[in-house]
């Protein structure tokens, strides 16, 4: 089973288990002890509003990174994708905006989901649509695709077999995430966060020491495999799409999304909260360093007379996301394989516990709740555990169905945020500033993107099970999937206001709340201004160095 690696990378591996159940149980144990009755919900759903900003900011990144991401960006680096790097820079400052902007208005709320929120602003038809398009995503793209790369990963690494791992590793994560809710999920995001970079930076530097340098890293590469901007013909990722496209994908998931916003809403002030967001902002420039550029060293191994990595081909194509997997185990010593494994599982744990939560806590508040609203406390978080149960057989379930539709559906399922996020992030963005908004501009609103986020889903599964595409349907194919997302976002801000301009506004004084008006957004602190700061310049000082 283990034939890869030896004693020392299994010990490093079991130490990991062994710590990640220790801090859950210790969590737990020390919950148990200070419980307050009265707010069972909070403390599960919540971790009873009284995090600070490390583990905030720990857990936003760490959850984010699954395996599928972290091999996924691998992957780009060694294909010559190294502009997939922009989306994690981006996200350093989208993180900015949700801590500045975003986070007083959520804390103010003193909502328990983003889908809640978004009733308070317009109905409970807008709560309902979001709480099942995030729960049918959720299953189907954050579990069962994290889940699948996890499982392939850890086969190609460990050689245990593929179910034999997932089943191991989800059953493990669910367990303890069972155990404490968020919060466990929180302080169990920090230690596994130590772990994944840690992994990444050692596979990182013995690759760069193997390959010689960032000389010759430059002269085994085409210029284009570090270079940050793409023209505007490029199909995958022109400038124009990473800087007009890109963030509006950035808002909705960051800002938005109930898998990154529950963390910030466990804050116990609007201090730590503004932390944790800038904290995970600097980790967010890492990726690049650990992540990406991995792939590049190990494409840059695979060329020349010297060449020590050779990439497995697939179905007559080069399979570059195992650049991660091959540099691990040809340049790394045992032991410190070991470590790169672990930080392997941190990501997929990490990811898979969070989502579990996430999921959970939309099922139990936005639906069970609103059903039932005299449940009780006990009654709620017990929903909430058996909510987890049923999504991770829900998730498990939909393995082979997805697995059997190929590796461009595959990829087709992963970039549907382009579908998914503009009218999302047009409700809630313009919803905060405009008191003119109202519930039915908010449902055409959604209604308009879904049917054509919708209908170009559909067009690319066709396109990529050999249907031809013609007619009036070509040109809307053909768009740039960050263009796409551009254009829905417009047409989606025009319905939203044009609707709701020629129908009744809402009540203010029910919304005034949980608007933006001056004085609303608490003003920065020096400190926090400053750590901003250093974030915006760092940012342009690697657009500038990699373009």
């Known amino acids: 089973m283990f034939d890869k690696l030896n004693w ?58 699954g395996s599928e991401h972290l091999v996924g960006l691998a992957g780009s680096g060694a294909s010559g994708n190294f502009v997939a790097g922009q989306f994690e820079i981006l996200a350093a400052l989208i993180l900015l905006v949700l801590g500045w902007f975003f986070v007083p208005l959520y804390l103010r709320s003193g909502v328990y989901t983003m889908p809640e929120f978004l009733e308070r602003r317009y109905d409970s038809w807008a709560r309902k649509y979001l709480s099942w ?11 069962t695709i994290t889940i699948i790369a996890g499982g392939i990963v850890i086969t190609a690494l460990i050689g245990v077999p593929f179910w034999q791992g997932v089943l191991i590793i989800v059953i493990l994560t669910m367990l303890y995430t069972l155990i404490g809710g968020l919060k466990v999920v929180i302080y169990t995001d ?34 284009l495999y570090l ?13 124009t799409g990473i800087i007009f496209g890109a963030p509006i994908l950035g808002v909705w998931y960051w800002c938005t999304d109930q898998f990154i916003v529950q963390r910030v809403l466990a804050a116990k002030n609007l201090d730590q909260a503004r932390k944790g967001t800038i904290f995970a902002g600097y980790l967010k420039l890492l990726p690049l360093f650990i992540f990406v550029l991995p792939g590049t060293i190990a494409y840059a191994l695979s060329v020349g007379p010297d060449a020590m990595i050779e990439f497995p081909i697939i179905n007559g194509k080069v399979n570059y996301d195992a650049a991660l997997p091959i540099l691990t185990m040809e340049v790394l010593p045992h032991g410190l394989k070991g470590l790169v494994v672990a930080g392997l599982l941190a990501a997929l744990m990490s990811s ?79 919803g905060m500033f405009s008191k003119k908004l109202n519930a039915k501009g908010a449902k055409w609103s959604l209604l308009t993107g879904a049917i054509l986020g919708g209908t170009r889903f559909l067009l690319e599964i066709l396109k990529e099970n050999g249907v031809e595409i013609s007619g009036m349907f070509t040109p809307f194919l053909a768009i740039n999937f960050l263009h796409f997302a551009l254009y829905l976002f417009i047409i989606c801000s025009i319905v939203l206001y044009a609707v709701s301009r020629s129908s009744e506004a809402p009540d203010y004084a029910k919304i005034e709340n949980i608007m933006y008006k001056k004085g609303t957004v608490a003003s920065l602190t020096t400190l926090q201004k400053g750590l901003m700061s250093g974030v915006i310049v760092l940012v342009i000082i690697i657009w500038l160095y990699f373009s």
């Open 190 to 223: 920090f230690v596994q966060l130590i772990v994944l970079i840690g992994g990444a930076i050692f596979a990182t530097w013995y690759g760069m020491q193997e390959l010689g340098g960032i000389d010759v890293l430059k002269a085994n590469t085409e210029p």
């Open 8 to 65: 020392a990378d299994i010990s490093i591996i079991a130490g990991y288990f062994l710590i990640i159940f220790g801090v859950a149980i210790w969590i737990f144990i020390q919950e148990r002890a200070k419980k307050n009755k009265e707010n069972q919900s909070e403390d599960y759903f919540l971790g009873g509003r009284s995090l600070g900003w490390l583990v905030i900011g720990a857990s936003l990144f760490a959850s984010n990174i």
């Open 227 to 239: 270079n940050l901007w793409r023209s505007l013909e490029d199909p995958d990722f022109p400038w």
């Open 133 to 143: 398009l995030s729960i049918v995503a959720y299953i189907l793209t954050k579990i």
């Open 352 to 430: 898979l516990s969070s989502v579990f939560n996430s999921c959970s806590t939309l099922i139990t508040i936005d639906i069970y709740k609103e059903r039932f609203p005299e449940a009780s406390e006990k009654r709620l978080v017990t929903v909430g555990r058996i909510s987890t149960v049923v999504i991770v057989a829900l998730g498990l379930a939909c393995i082979e169905p997805i697995r059997s539709l190929g590796n461009g559906l595959f990829g087709i399922l992963q970039s549907i945020q382009a579908y998914v996020a503009p009218p999302i992030a047009a409700v809630f963005l313009f």
